[in-house]
């Protein structure tokens, strides 16, 4: 009786084919490790301590004295990025975490790519860090990072300009170059793009002008407004634009207007800050508003610098002159907290009312932006801090400090922002941070 199955022989392997299948194994071992050598993942490296810091509260009163506690590099941020608990610093291409105290990092991220910006954002909900590198598409590698632990939390990659603007807003970020902008909710994934767009989906996805150059944008509540010059335009226009597409995919327009007239050759009007009803826009001087809101006998007479409010649809509401320089000394370095708004004219310093966007003060012989304090709005001057109260702007008082390596014709601006009960100022590149005295 035959057997129901039988043993096959096994086939003869010749030298050739065992040959063949080391070279194949050495090829993938080679490809394996060109891979990983030229990948992000062996140029990235995160450093933590394993300690959290606990968020910082917020200060009782304003400190009597402030002393130098340290400094650190940061050329890609220009206002203080501040966590819940920590300070971040980015600069050649590592971002930082740092203990308020002592400026020891608590965690270190770190790419060999060009950092182009570096921001904190939804320090009331996520509390994360986001990092932009440039590469060969731009400003386009987007990495987020916890806000206590600098682990990933995200990332995502798109075009991009070879340079950009984070600005952060209540529930989304804006990224923003000269040719193109995006928004990013808190998961990065992008609400919309807007101008330059070089392999569109849908075509008729986005108004219908070209050769835009954006000179400004903010955020609001569900809006952002942008400044901008487009082929054609005989001035500067303020387009305001929804934050995410329609249910059509489209971007949503809710209004564009020429402001300016005449020329578009002197500095542009900034866009300084958006609440969810009007929109405040710095206006030099340099070109004549449109529409004209000045009286008909000074229609000869040298303009100056005004905030101008528009109605989040794009609509001129009133106008408000102030001391200031034909443009900003730098877009976009306004500071929101505690119901006021404050910017930097070069001259003083505006305060606006956070909602109404309605200039309250201005302060003269102010160094840049604010912030408040236990209930008094803290303004960096020559010798320190001018201590301020917020509802008639009288100064209150004065704390004086030293500001090493900081030199005014040289590096003009001081954001200042605060940190419980410690003061974090940036000038240029570097972050400054002032506490008690022991």
Same mark, same amino acid.
């Given at each position: 009786m035959r057997p129901r199955w039988s043993r096959?022989?096994? =086939?003869?392997?010749?030298?050739?084919?065992?040959?063949?299948?080391?070279?194949?194994?050495?090829?993938?071992?080679?490809?394996?490790?060109?891979?990983?050598?030229?990948?992000?993942?062996?140029?990235?490296?995160?450093?933590? %301590?394993?300690?959290?810091?606990?968020?910082?509260?917020?200060? +009782?009163?304003v400190p009597a004295a402030l002393v130098p506690l340290w400094q650190a590099p940061s050329a890609a941020t220009h206002i203080p990025a501040l966590t819940r608990s920590l300070v971040v610093t980015g600069d050649e291409g590592a971002v930082a975490g740092r203990d308020p105290a002592t400026g020891t990092p608590v965690w270190r991220y770190h790419r060999n790519r060009q950092l182009c910006g570096v921001l904190a954002a939804w320090t009331d909900s996520h509390d994360?860090?986001?990092?932009?590198?440039?590469?060969?598409?731009?400003?386009?590698?987007?990495? +987020?990072?916890?806000?206590?632990?600098?682990?990933?939390?995200?990332?995502? %990659?798109?075009?991009?300009?070879?340079?950009? =603007?984070?600005?952060a807003g209540s529930g989304h970020v804006l990224a923003q170059g000269r040719t193109r902008l995006e928004t990013w909710g808190s998961n990065l994934v992008r609400g919309i793009e807007y101008g330059?767009?070089?392999?569109?989906?849908?075509?008729?996805?986005?108004?219908?002008?070209?050769?835009?150059?954006?000179?400004? +944008?903010?955020?609001?509540?569900?809006?952002?407004?942008?400044?901008?010059?487009?082929?054609?335009?005989?001035?500067?226009?303020?387009?305001?634009?929804?934050?995410?597409?329609?249910?059509?995919?489209?971007?949503?327009?809710?209004?564009?207007?020429?402001?300016?007239?005449?020329t578009a050759d002197g500095p542009p009007p900034a866009v300084v800050a958006m609440s969810g009803t009007t929109i405040a826009v710095y206006d030099g001087g340099?070109?004549?508003? =449109?529409?004209?809101?000045?009286?008909?006998?000074? %229609?000869?007479?040298?303009?100056?610098?005004?905030?101008?409010?528009? %109605?989040?649809?794009?609509?001129?509401?009133?106008?408000?002159?102030?001391?200031?320089?034909?443009?900003?000394?730098?877009?976009?370095?306004?500071?929101?907290?505690?119901?006021?708004?404050?910017?930097?004219?070069?001259?003083?310093?505006?305060?606006?009312?956070?909602?109404?966007m309605r200039p309250l003060f201005q302060v003269p012989q102010t160094l840049g932006p604010g912030q408040v304090m236990a209930g008094k709005l803290l303004l960096p001057i020559d010798s320190g801090i001018s201590v301020r109260d917020p509802a008639t702007m009288r100064e209150t008082g004065t704390i004086g400090y030293r500001r090493d390596g900081y030199d005014r014709d040289r590096d003009g601006q001081i954001a200042l922002r605060v940190l419980g009960d410690r003061v974090v100022e940036q000038w240029s590149s570097t972050v400054a941070v002032y506490g008690p005295p022991d």
């Open positions: 096959l022989a096994p =086939e003869r392997r010749t030298r050739t084919d065992l040959l063949i299948s080391v070279l194949i194994v050495v090829a993938v071992l080679v490809a394996g490790a060109v891979i990983w050598w030229f990948s992000p993942v062996r140029h990235t490296t995160l450093d933590q %301590s394993g300690r959290i810091v606990p968020a910082a509260e917020r200060a +009782a009163e994360t860090v986001l990092s932009v590198y440039r590469d060969s598409r731009g400003c386009s590698e987007v990495t +987020a990072l916890r806000a206590d632990t600098g682990a990933r939390s995200g990332a995502r %990659s798109s075009d991009a300009d070879d340079a950009v =603007e984070l600005v330059r767009i070089d392999a569109p989906v849908k075509p008729d996805a986005q108004p219908q002008r070209t050769g835009c150059v954006i000179s400004s +944008a903010v955020l609001g509540t569900d809006r952002l407004a942008v400044v901008e010059h487009c082929d054609g335009d005989s001035g500067y226009r303020l387009t305001v634009l929804g934050i995410n597409q329609d249910d059509d995919e489209k971007v949503r327009q809710f209004g564009s207007t020429i402001i300016t007239r005449g340099a070109n004549p508003p =449109e529409p004209d809101t000045a009286p008909v006998a000074d %229609s000869a007479a040298p303009r100056r610098a005004a905030v101008r409010q528009f %109605s989040v649809d794009g609509v001129q509401q009133r106008t408000n002159t102030v001391n200031g320089q034909q443009s900003l000394p730098r877009v976009n370095a306004s500071i929101t907290g505690d119901g006021l708004t404050t910017f930097w004219t070069g001259q003083a310093t505006v305060v606006l009312d956070a909602n109404s």
